[in-house]
């Protein structure tokens, strides 16, 4: 129980530094960032309701690993941190996602993921305009 306290916590953590540090980028950097964001959960939205759980689940690995390598790539390109563009709009797919799997599969609880959704949520919010969040939601998952 409390290991499960603790990744919880440190997802927590890691979600409001990645979000906190996307927030501090110029506005294009921030928008490009929270668009892939939407995207991704859109995305994830649609196959939840599409796919059986363990589909849904491998769905969620595959997202979490193509964000790792995005991420990676960053790395080798020169980023040192969360604070470069790239490593972060790859980071915060990557910290979402592994975290919605991770409550699925109870190696963090449900209200840990909940904060980390809650934090990506009000970064889109303050980056996109209502519309463009609706319209991302209306598409079936392609904003």
Same mark, same amino acid.
């Given at each position: 129980?409390?290991?499960?306290?603790?990744?919880?916590?440190?997802?927590?953590?890691?979600?409001?530094?990645?979000?906190?540090?996307?927030?501090?980028?110029?506005?294009?950097?921030?928008?490009?960032?929270?668009?892939?964001?939407?995207?991704?959960?859109?995305?994830?939205?649609?196959?939840?309701?599409?796919?059986?759980?363990?589909? %849904?689940?491998? %769905?969620?690995?595959?997202?979490?690993?193509?964000?790792?390598?995005?991420?990676?790539?960053?790395?080798?390109?020169?980023?040192?941190?969360?604070?470069?563009?790239?490593?972060?709009?790859?980071?915060?797919?990557?910290?979402?996602?592994?975290?919605?799997?991770?409550?699925?599969?109870?190696?963090?609880?449900?209200?840990?993921?909940?904060?980390?959704?809650?934090?990506? %949520?009000?970064?889109?919010?303050?980056?996109?305009?209502?519309?463009?969040?609706?319209?991302?939601?209306?598409?079936?998952?392609?904003?």
């Amino acid at each position: 129980m409390f290991a499960k306290w603790m990744r919880g916590n440190a997802a927590r953590k890691l979600a409001a530094s990645t979000f906190g540090a996307a927030k501090q980028m110029y506005r294009p950097q921030r928008e490009e960032i929270a668009r892939g964001l939407l995207r991704s959960m859109c995305e994830a939205h649609t196959a939840y309701e599409r796919l059986s759980p363990e589909d %849904f689940d491998d %769905f969620l690995i595959q997202v979490t690993e193509a964000a790792l390598q995005r991420r990676h790539l960053a790395l080798k390109k020169g980023a040192t941190s969360e604070r470069h563009p790239g490593w972060n709009a790859a980071h915060s797919v990557e910290i979402w996602a592994s975290c919605r799997l991770g409550a699925r599969r109870r190696l963090i609880s449900n209200k840990a993921f909940d904060d980390v959704d809650k934090l990506a %949520f009000e970064f889109i919010r303050e980056t996109l305009s209502t519309e463009e969040c609706m319209a991302a939601f209306a598409s079936d998952g392609s904003p």
